[in-house]
């Protein structure tokens, strides 16, 4: 297998978050991820991409995620999920996906057997299906969903909305502005 022997803050480019960073800082304007969306392509550069990364990891770190955690994250092949995928990378933690169509039993079995501590999910489908099976995944504190339609009424206080974890997170990030690249080992970040 081979390997990069390119650096970043003299560590080599052997992580998903070391890569990001690298490819925000060579090609900040390139598009990175698209996606379409009601018949039209939304499209994400490498350094939107990483800021929607860094806010979630920050947003993560700001709700007690520590590094060795381990993260659920169920849902469709979307951009919001591999960006959870790396946050969590970012941290220190393990990310550990499932599949959207898994029923909730299959779900329980997972977050139960792999420790999970938080769960990032896409809707209000995969959030009914954990809260179905809350009570029997003892290590599950809290739990985060990308769309909102449909979640107007619950009221969990371990219940967050993605965008509110990633405000949550710029806000820390302006608080401590070192916190990221320290824990990812980079200075420049």
Not at 78 to 103: E, H, K, N, S
Not at 148 to 158: A, K, M, Q, T, V
Not at 161 to 189: C, K, N, V, W
Request: net charge negative.
């Amino acid at each position: 297998m081979l390997m990069s022997t390119s650096a970043i803050g003299g560590n080599p480019l052997d992580t998903f978050p070391k890569r990001l960073l690298e490819r925000a800082q060579r090609h900040p304007d390139k598009i990175a991820i698209r996606e379409k969306a009601f018949g039209i392509w939304q499209e994400w550069s490498w350094r939107q991409m990483l800021e929607e990364v860094r806010a979630l990891a920050c947003g993560l770190a700001a709700l007690g995620m520590q590094r060795g955690d381990k993260v659920a994250i169920v849902g469709d092949n979307r951009p919001q999920l591999y960006w959870t995928m790396i946050a969590v990378q970012c941290i220190g933690g393990v990310p550990v996906p499932l599949y959207q169509d898994a029923v909730a039993d299959e779900i329980q079995f997972v977050l139960d057997h792999a420790e999970t501590r938080y769960a990032v999910v896409e809707d209000q489908e995969q959030v009914d299906k954990l809260l179905s099976v809350w009570d029997d995944c003892p290590r599950l504190e809290q739990l985060i969903y990308e769309a909102s339609r449909g979640l107007r009424e619950y009221g969990e206080p371990f219940l967050h909305a993605f965008a509110a974890i990633q405000a949550q997170g710029r806000i820390y990030d302006a608080e401590h502005p070192d916190f990221l690249a320290s824990i990812m080992g980079s200075a420049t970040l």
